[in-house]
């Protein structure tokens, strides 16, 4: 018998991929598609060229939804969106839902104006939804011009997906933003940054703010010292006017992405569950207003929300019990707990004595690594040494905007102390990032 086990590779970019050119992509072969728009010198269009993937489902009949992973600004975060709509962990998600995973990288200069991207006034709403219109003709798939959205974003991707939640909440299914926030209020030291208004339609969609504690939370100076301060205006706008919305702290990090992706799909798997519509097109699902957690801001500590007894229009919104007790692990420690094995790999080829094979990631804990044995012996693990200075090792690499590594990991091994013309008997066994193998 031939069983696989995923491996998480974290050849982690210290900053993102920031020596590979805007034109250096993974190949956009079905079940991927991608269309790339140019700049445009019109007033109030996108003036950067864009490039947006898609990953369809293989075998969906009709999609439901699409997630959409947005990075953050400046060139080298840009450059991390080539690989976003890869990402096997985010597959997971979008394929238990029948939805696609899109990834948008936007081709900003290093120095250029984030917010002619960010905020979704200046041309990046217009630019995405003409992308869902190709690509669902590209793919063969127009309902994608018509499904829900579910954001999520990384800085000014946070700032981005916000903006579209305000703008757009009638199609804003769920959204997570990771260390940035739409701007409510002016401000001067921001007068650049146009702010944004809260309809009543945008306080019923699920939004979860997610800073590092290192942005202001626990330290009080430095570059990023001001998102906390952002993320507790926008929380405290929002909740007050019965607002869904909650904030998860994490524990140990400043402006990278860490462990949050944990979290976060865990999040969006609740939100998505509860509000896609059976019917491809049809009206999001409201969400329900029974089975609510509550938490004090800036707590660690959550409960139903009957026996709350302080302001509940001041505490952390969370959807039901479960996301709670995930949310009370991940701010003490982001060590949510999985029992659940990855699944097993699949199509292992021996070809010489090179192996391959495919493989689906654990939605709950990712992939980190593949044990390969050799009659029924170790002889490596894929990667054989995983690092990842973001958070826990992955099989394809961590970069700082929460994509795989550019170019992406393979799953091969080559068995340079194979014996020509010997016969040998390989498994490969999946490992997810808790430590449980496949069966």
Known sequence: MRSIVLLVLALAVSLHAQNVPYDVFPPAEAPYYRVRYEASTQPGELIFPVNYTIWVPPGVKSLRGVIVHQHGCGEGSCKSGLTGAYDLHWQALAKKHDCALLAPS???????????????????????????????????????????????????GGHWAGGMTLLHPERVAAAWLRSGVPLLTANASR????????????????????????????????????????????????????????????????HECGNQRYMAIAWLDACLSLRLPKDSGALLNPMPSDGVWLAPLLGTEAIAAAKFKGDKQKAIWLPNEAIAKAWMHYVKDTALPDTTPPPAPTKIQVKGNELTWEAETDLESGLAHFIIERDGQQITTVPEKPVNPFGRPIFQGLQYSDTPTNPLVKMAFTDTKAESGKKYSYRVIAVNTVGLKSK
Request: aromatic share 8%; proline share 7%; charged share 20%.
């Open 106 to 156: 936007y081709e900003q200069p290093e120095k250029a104006d984030c917010q002619m991207w960010c905020d979704p006034r200046n041309g990046s709403s217009a630019a995405f939804q003409k992308c869902l219109i190709d690509l669902g003709a590209k793919s063969g798939h127009p309902e994608l011009s018509k499904v829900p959205w579910a954001l999520w974003g990384h800085s000014g």
């Open 191 to 254: 007068a650049t940054i146009k702010t944004h208004s809260i309809s009543n339609a945008a306080l019923k969609v699920p939004v979860m703010c997610n800073p590092g504690t290192k942005e202001g939370v626990t330290v009080k100076e430095g570059r990023f010292a001001g998102v906390w301060p952002a993320n507790e205006e926008f929380f405290t706008s929002m909740r007050g006017k019965g607002g869904l919305i909650g904030v998860a702290v994490d524990p140990f990090t400043a």
